[in-house]
Structure formats: C-alpha cells, structure tokens
C-alpha cells in the first residue's frame, strides 16, 4: 500500500506540474510570440527553423479567409472545439463509417501545435478538446488564429505564414494573391509532401476550392474584426 500510495502522489505531482506549465504558456502566450513544439524539437536537435513572427494585420486576407475556410469554417461559432462535427465523428465511428469528416478547430490544432509533444497519440484529443476550450477563451479568436498562423508548418522547417510566403512565392505574407493564399491552406494538412509554388493536380483542385470558399468570408468572420 505504501508503494502504491507513493506512486499515486508522484502521478499526482507530475499532473499538477503539466497542468501548472500549460496554464504558464497559455498566459505567457497571450501577450508574446509562441513557438511551437515541433520548432523546439528541431532547435533541440540542431535543425534550422525559418520562421518570422508577424501580427495578424500584416498577413494577407485573403490567408486568412482561404485557412479559416479550409480548416474550420465555423471558426467565429464555436467555443474552440465544433461539437456538432466531433458528434458527427463520433457517430460514424460507432456505425464503422469513415466519411473522412474532420473535427480538429483550429483552436485544436493550435493547442497540439504549441502545448503538445509534437508526436501523434491517440489519447491526445482527450487533452486537446478542454485546451482549446481555454485557449479560445483566455486568447480570444484574433490571438488564437494569429498564434496558429505563425507557428503551422508549411514545408521542412518552415513555420508560420510569413517564411511560408517567402518560401514559396518570394514575397511578404501582406502581400498574396487570393490564389496563392488558396494554394498555402491547400497544403497545410501534408505541408512535407506537398509543394505551394509547384502545386500537383490534387493541389491545384483542393486550391480551387478553397478559393471558392473563401469568397465573401468577410460576412461570417467577424469575430477577427478588431
């Protein structure tokens, strides 16, 4: 019994100290640039990281349309997790059905991109979901969606919007075209198999979609307004 108790007191220990380190980083978060976790992976094992931190004002609309659009178009309606999609979800993989739906806000994603080990986990949603929850409060949808667009991975050791334009357009993030924004939120979910500036066909087709998306998402991303 002692051995057990012992061993529960370090558990408990340990969560406290997780729990205490997350709410550390979501505040020291909240008013610094964020890193992500995969960054400091390759910072620790001596592998270059392209990355410059930029304000959401200086990142091209029609980015931020064309991302919102394709990885989470009810960003402005949820609380940082989309229940309706996680219920829907559910309920195919309870009738064995893979509708290859996605439920990962990008609160979500944030989340696993700058609190989480950097490797895939199963129980890993289970910890996401109350995170973002958190997240959308403590920093808003503005500072949320920022914070995502400065630390997503967009090639080999590429991090956020800014080294992502440069990288694959020559050019500042301000700066992009409605279809080169379309092509860098096409490549976000495979950004190490997929090239922005040499789009594939399947690049080219989800780009384009996209593009069609993003039209008039002025009219339900008003929650980004200032």
């Known amino acids: ?64 349309a064309a991302v919102v659009s394709s ?60 995170l973002a929850v958190v997240v959308d409060k403590v920093w808003g949808k503005r500072r949320t969606l920022e914070i995502y667009l400065n630390v997503a991975e967009w090639g080999e050791g590429v991090f956020g919007a800014q080294a992502a334009s440069r990288r694959w357009f020559g050019k500042d993030a301000a700066a992009l075209s409605p279809r080169e924004a379309s092509l860098l939120a096409a490549i976000l979910p495979n950004p190490l198999q997929r090239r922005a500036d040499r789009p594939n066909r399947g690049v080219a087709a989800k780009a384009s979609r996209v593009q069609a998306m993003a039209r008039g998402a002025d009219a339900w991303l008003g929650c980004l307004r200032p």
């Not at 978060?29 to 400091?40: K, N």
């Not at 402005?76 to 739906?101: I, M, Q, Y």
């Open 71 to 130: 990885e989470d178009a009810r960003f402005c309606a949820h609380g940082g997790v989309d229940w309706t999609e996680l219920r829907a979800v559910v309920v195919d993989a309870l009738n064995g059905e893979g509708s290859g739906r996605g439920a990962s806000t990008i609160a979500m994603q944030t989340v696993k991109n700058t609190l989480l080990a950097p490797w895939r986990a199963s129980a890993r949603k289970a910890v996401e979901i109350p």
């Open 1 to 64: 019994m002692r051995i057990v108790a012992r061993m529960l007191r370090w558990l408990i220990a340990i969560a406290l100290a997780i729990v205490t380190l997350w709410a550390t980083a979501i505040l020291f978060y909240a008013v610094t640039p964020a890193v992500s976790t995969l960054m400091l992976a390759r910072w620790a094992t001596f592998q270059p990281v392209e990355r410059e931190w930029i304000p959401l004002q200086r990142i091209s609309p029609y980015l931020v």
